[in-house]
């Protein structure tokens, strides 16, 4: 679009003391007739731009002029890029942020540059298994989300074969580097997932590494008047974050264990004063008391379960089943 491309010129220009229209087409990739229309309209616009004919001739900006089109501070500037410059961002993101290094002032550039190269994402786990989206269909809902067109969504459910609805893509989420699509449902459907919660509003959260096709359609987004992503967000993920907490399971635990259980459970576990008998007492949040019991059996004798009872029991029967397969004849 021209708009852009007089806009990226201009920041183009702040950046040199003087620019041929050959350079300014290498840079914004387009050819050399159109870099030199550019610079003629930005200069016919009322832009302080001019020319210069001859050998070490050019265009460039009366006095040194400068144009702040961001109002971006050096604070900013930095922060920006330190949340989008990783060395393993896609690679249409690290073209950008070269071009948008080169279009900073000279005093704010070498930050920027710094900025950028001052993190690391690894999108794999301790497992070598990815945690972060690159499919095919990301790149589809992307670009529905920011169109506003509806979708055919395929979806597939743990152990049930896929299926398809349409849906308005509304928003992208990433929470522990695990992306989700926010959608509208037509309220004609009946279709439901576990791994989406719905409002009165019709919305669902799908998992997009559950997601096995995306097909754009030519109708436009639907969107709930006042639609705030944030805010549906939390509101979605409130009853989904109250059920994996839906049971506490308290005990006691030896000092020794005390760093494999937190590394285990993380912000679900509480560990309280050391006891009479030289222990710990915890407190463990998980969805039910048989999940979290399971969880903990790994731990042996190092963990007591106190309650709830069906915890006690659960524990009691994982016992017998492995002493049964491990146990000496």
Do not use: N
């Amino acid at each position: 679009m021209r708009a852009d491309r007089l806009v990226a010129t201009l920041l183009f220009l702040q950046t040199r003391r003087r620019v041929t229209a050959r350079e300014v087409a290498a840079e914004l990739e387009v050819s050399e007739r159109t870099a030199r229309r550019d610079l003629e309209a930005l200069a016919a616009a009322g832009i302080p731009v001019y020319s210069q004919h001859g050998r070490g001739g050019g265009w460039s900006l009366v006095g040194g002029a400068r144009t702040d089109l961001t109002g971006l501070t050096a604070t900013e500037i930095r922060a920006m890029f330190l949340v989008t410059g990783p060395s393993a961002a896609s690679p249409e993101l690290r073209t950008a942020l070269r071009k948008l290094i080169r279009a900073l002032p000279s005093t704010l550039r070498p930050d920027a540059e710094a900025a950028s190269k001052a993190g690391v994402l690894d999108g794999t786990d301790w497992w070598r298994l990815p945690v972060t989206a690159g499919t095919p269909q990301l790149d589809a809902l992307q670009h529905a989300v920011v169109e506003g067109l509806r979708i055919r969504l395929g979806y597939a459910r743990p152990g049930s074969p896929a299926g398809t609805r349409t849906v308005h893509p509304l928003g992208l989420v990433t929470k522990a580097g695990v992306p989700y699509l926010v959608a509208g449902v037509e309220k004609s459907s009946t279709e439901a997932s576990e791994d989406a919660t719905a409002t009165d509003a019709g919305l669902r959260v799908f998992r997009i590494d559950r997601i096995t096709s995306v097909e754009l359609t030519a109708d436009p987004v639907v969107r709930p008047d006042g639609f705030d992503l944030a805010t549906a967000w939390r509101e979605l993920a409130a009853p989904m974050e109250e059920r994996m907490r839906g049971a506490t399971v308290r005990g006691r635990v030896e000092p020794s264990a005390e760093r494999v259980l937190t590394i285990l459970f993380g912000g679900r576990l509480r560990l309280g004063g050391r006891r009479a008998d030289g222990w710990l007492e915890m407190e463990i949040d998980g969805p039910s008391p048989r999940i979290v019991a399971a969880q903990l059996a790994g731990l042996g004798a190092c963990v007591e379960v106190l309650e709830p009872p069906e915890a006690r029991d659960r524990l009691a029967e994982l016992a017998v089943e492995l002493g049964t397969l491990y146990g000496k004849p």
